[in-house]
C-alpha cells in the first residue's frame, strides 16, 4: 500500500508487477511486441509507464541490445516532476489534478497544452543530464490515458529535438496498444 496526495491509502507500484506475472494483464500481456517492434525502428530503449499517485512505473520495456542506452529496469519508479512520460501522463488528467502535478514539475501548463494538441511529448536532459525520449499516451476502452510509451537514449543519437524523428513512431505504437485494449473491451 500507499498513500496519495490527500494522504489516502491506494494500491501500491509493486502490485502492476504482480498482476503482470499472474498474467492477468492485457496491456502487459500485449506490450511486448509493440514495445519490440517500437526499439527495432528506433534502435533505441522503449518503455511501458503507468502512473501510480505521484510517480510512474515501467512496466515494460525493450532495451536496445547493444552500445549506450537508457536502460530502466521493470518495477523502476520514477517521479512524475520530469520525462515525457509523466508529460503524458499527466498531460490529459483533470485540472485539479494537472495543477497539482505541476508544482516543481521541469514543465508547465503551456508545454503539456501543447503535449494534447501534437498528441506526444519530448524532453531533453530533463529526467537526467544526457538522455532523450520521446512519449505518447496509450488509451484504455473509454478513451482514457491508461499509460506512456517512450523511446529513450542519449542525446547524441536522439538529438535537441526527438520528437520529430521518432514522434510519429511512438504515437503509432501507442495506438496500437490503444486498439488492443479497445477491442479486448469489445
Known sequence: ????????????????????????????????????????????????????GDQRICVAAAERPIGLRDSIPV???????????AQILLAWEEPERLHRGLRGAAFNATMLSEVRRRGWAQSVGEREPGV?????????ATGRVVAAVSVSGPIERLGRQPGRAHGTAVVAAANRLSEFLRRDEE
Open 1 to 52: 500500500l500507499t498513500r496519495d496526495i490527500q494522504g489516502r491509502f491506494t494500491l501500491g507500484p509493486r502490485l502492476a508487477e504482480l498482476a503482470g506475472a499472474a498474467g492477468d494483464d492485457r496491456l502487459l500481456s500485449v506490450a511486448a511486441p509493440v514495445l519490440a517492434a517500437l526499439r527495432d525502428h528506433t534502435h533505441e530503449s522503449c518503455q511501458l509507464y503507468r502512473r501510480q
Open 75 to 85: 518495477g523502476s519508479t520514477l517521479t512524475m516532476q520530469a520525462g515525457s512520460a
Open 132 to 140: 532523450a525520449s520521446v512519449s505518447a499516451p496509450v488509451r484504455g
